[in-house]
């Protein structure tokens, strides 16, 4: 088994907590709509991003990497929002309520406190490392998680659709397609 794919505490968790959102989703129209569209925009990012990383090759300061450093982390950050969004329901009496008031905190805890934190000092220390200088302007200037409206750095770096396949983000659009998908077949009645 591929080193990536072995089984961890994190990947088990994240299988653990998917299961925990398909089995208390009871969807709302409303809420399906704004969580499915902050999904798409997180995918749109996460494409967008990876058709511009060369992993290793060079500091990436083109597309969405010229507006903020974690262009990957922020579109995770939508799609886990969407996800939970997409398979609530406020109304008191629903199990999907849970997915709002405990598990949307909960999971945010996780993913500022722990996740971020973690990932930012491993890959920040990592491209230091490789890049020196290079990374250290590149750091100073664009923001980490909150996109600026501007660029900040320029790089003529064009959009590599083949990039996309390569930084493995089509198995992610499908993932998310096949979240939404299984989300949304909880609007049909169960029959249990």
Known sequence: MPASRKPTIRRLTVYVCCALVFLLARPTPLLF?????????????RIWACGHLRKNQAVIRSGP?????????LGTFLILVGI?????DPDRGSPGRYLLILFLPFAL????????????????????RRFGAEWDEYDRRVPDFLPSLLPRVSDPGRFDAGLVAENSEVGMALLVAIGLAAIAC???PLPW
């Open 33 to 45: 709509a704004v969580g499915a569209t902050l999904c798409v925009l997180g995918e749109l990012l």
């Open 65 to 73: 990497y010229s507006h903020v450093k974690n262009p990957l982390y």
């Open 84 to 88: 939970v969004f997409a398979a609530s």
């Open 109 to 128: 805890g996780v993913f500022f406190f722990y996740y971020l934190p973690h990932k930012f000092r491993v890959e920040a220390g990592r491209l230091r």
């Open 186 to 188: 909880r609007f049909l």
